[in-house]
């Protein structure tokens, strides 16, 4: 081994122990939690090793709804982040010139706010006596609140848009900034017009932004469990709403975990068929993949 690499793995072991700590110990307990059983008369957990969490989670109805409910909110809320982010950090990049500083200092700042105030300013906004609704009553469109801008999945997708735009502009401006003009302007010389260009020049080029900025948004979202309770209604509860009460208030360690790990199988089997899909569209060449 040169002694480049020995400093390198030096210079890296904190961060590794660290990680060792923090992630793999506990993921590996909440691993063997998942295979315990549950006592639900005297709320308590029973060790042993038995799949009939994991076949509970697979087999149940109840866990398909959830499901599909997941999917419902987390696919449209990933598509409309990613391709506004994409359309956002395109225009910051290469359009954008004099209003460029001033536009990513805004992109930057809307992400300074918390994460609890912005989820509450959306219910203040949307709720029955909130800001849109008053709105409405005032110049008559309506007589009465809409309580479905409040409770429903579109209430919970534009809230996660809201807080998810940001980082997926960020990301793949990241990538484009990269780009050489140089590239950009041959292909058009060579005829290419701009549709054309942005899809066998840049999207390419970008590819390994866009599976990023995609995989993030979609587990962020789809793992929440927050922005459902406060906005959405019976229709929005979702896998993570789902493991956050077996943990939080049934107490039902094992079922959680195993509700966890298989949400994490799905993310894994989510972000290959992305890759995949984005290799086969050629906007993600092997060399970057």
Avoid: K
Avoid at 58 to 77: D, M, Q, R
Avoid at 220 to 225: C, K, P, R, W
Wanted: proline residues 4%; aromatic residues 12%; hydrophobic residues 55%.
């Amino acid at each position: 081994m040169s002694v480049s690499r020995r400093l390198a793995a030096v210079l890296a072991s904190p961060l590794g122990l660290l990680l060792f700590v923090a992630i793999a110990i506990p993921g590996g307990t909440f691993l063997v939690y998942s295979f315990f059983s549950f006592d639900a008369s005297l709320r308590r957990v029973e060790p042993g090793f038995s799949f009939d969490n994991y076949r509970l989670v697979l087999t149940e109805s109840t866990f398909h709804t959830l499901g599909w409910n997941t999917l419902a909110i987390a696919v449209p809320a990933t598509v409309a982040s990613v391709v506004a982010g994409y359309a956002l950090a395109y225009y910051l990049a290469f359009e954008a010139r004099r209003s460029r500083t001033f536009l990513l200092a805004l992109v930057v700042i809307s992400m300074l706010a918390s994460y609890l105030v912005r989820i509450y300013a959306w219910r203040t906004l949307m709720g029955e006596r909130g800001v849109l609704n008053s709105a409405l009553e005032a110049i008559g469109i309506i007589d009465e609140p809409l309580g479905v801008l409040l409770f429903s999945r579109l209430t919970v997708i534009v809230a996660y848009v809201n807080l998810y735009l940001p980082f997926t502009t960020l990301l793949i401006y990241a990538s484009l900034a990269g780009v050489p003009r140089a590239l950009r302007e041959s292909a058009r010389d060579l005829g290419a017009g701009r549709g054309e260009t942005l899809r066998r020049v840049t999207l390419p080029l970008s590819g390994h932004a866009v599976l990023v900025a995609t995989a993030f948004t979609f587990f962020l979202s789809a793992g929440d469990f927050f922005a459902p309770v406060l906005l959405g209604g019976t229709s929005s509860v979702t896998f993570g709403v789902a493991i956050s009460d077996q943990l939080r208030s049934t107490g039902n360690y094992p079922l959680g975990a195993a509700l966890s790990f298989v949400m994490l199988a799905a993310f894994a089997l989510v972000y290959l068929l992305l890759r995949a899909s984005l290799r086969a569209f050629r906007f993600l060449p092997r060399q970057v993949a």
